[in-house]
């Protein structure tokens, strides 16, 4: 088997999803079935590319065409049995051996090196009922709280929006403060991430996100140089975190995880084109640049999340090609040490330091 020379901690796979989806999550990626092919991500490609840790979402979509994943939204009992069967994928494999859920009340171990420590990250809130249900979730090893999805929800709005925290939101943002747990920013609109910092003084962090200054290209989303992943208007490259947000999750030790979805990397967004490891490292390095420290960028790969392997960036199909994103680190000037940091060192950083504190 091949041997990688780091391990990595991943702060976003959709693994529950892809479950749920229909892919053989325990098969090698050319055998995988189900959506978004070919694939990546399954767990033995995890387990073959050093993914060690990582933040193994629970993804539902209001009004997704797809029902094993999506519901009709302001349905809240539809919602909550959606993330509840992603749950289920989680407790089911951590029965069977195939990964460890870390964190709630009971922090779980292995001695076993190999295997894959998963928290859990809910990203789009809507499958929490109300907010006094958060401790259940917890104690099921939620760590990190995602408000909503791009579409608006019922706690905020969402990327594809220029809507606000809702006041069912506030209430949810005061309860993941008291828990103390994180917020992930990576899909909330601007007006939601600034209403959060604005209401909340706990941890955060950007679990999938890339930097808005490296991909806007000032057309407000219709780039003239090829098809973009963007519309013209209010949600153009909202996707994105602008210079002042990073600095602000950097000032309150937080990471920011890149996303390594091409046009999610590339100006413009452009979806014909494929990005380089060159586009990765920019955003890393833009990242170190605006909160002055290699110690808050790591990665959050996303990888099929929504998109296939022919989607990543030149040279990465799938996680053992992680270590073409490290040579070209140190080729960039980085350390060994640093590279360790940005792989996994960061993440584990401040997601040991809130499960000590739990």
Partial sequence: MHQPRFTWFDAHL?????????????????????????????LPSLAEGGVRHCLATIFTEPDGDDPSYGFPA?????????????????????????LVVVGGRQVATSENSEILHARILIEGADPIRNPGELTEWIDA??????????????YAGGNMTDLGLTALGKDLVRAIDDAGIFHDLSHLSDRATDELLAASAGKIIASHSNCRAL??????????????????????????????????IGGRGGVVGINLYSPFLIRGGLRDSRAGVREVIAHIERVCELTGSKRHVGLGSDMDGGFSALTLPAGIGRP???????????????????VEGFAIGNWSRVMDERTEKA
């Fill in 320 to 338: 053992k090609d992680l270590e073409v994103l490290a040579t070209g680190l140190m080729e960039a000037g980085w350390s060994r040490s640093e």
């Fill in 215 to 248: 991909v806007d290209d000032g057309s407000g989303g219709g780039s003239a140089a090829g098809t973009s992943v963007y519309t013209r208007g209010v949600p153009a490259f909202q996707r994105h975190l602008r210079d002042e947000v990073i600095r602000e």
């Fill in 14 to 42: 959709d693994l529950a999803y892809m479950a749920v989806s229909g892919r053989n999550m325990h098969a090698p990626p050319e055998k995988a079935s189900g959506n978004d092919l070919p694939a990546a991500i399954t």
């Fill in 141 to 154: 090893g939620v760590a990190a709280i995602g408000l909503v999805w791009g579409k608006p929800g019922r």
């Fill in 74 to 98: 302001g349905d809240i009992e539809a919602a909550a049995a959606a993330g509840r069967r992603q749950l289920d994928v989680y407790r089911r494999w951590s029965d069977e051996g195939k």
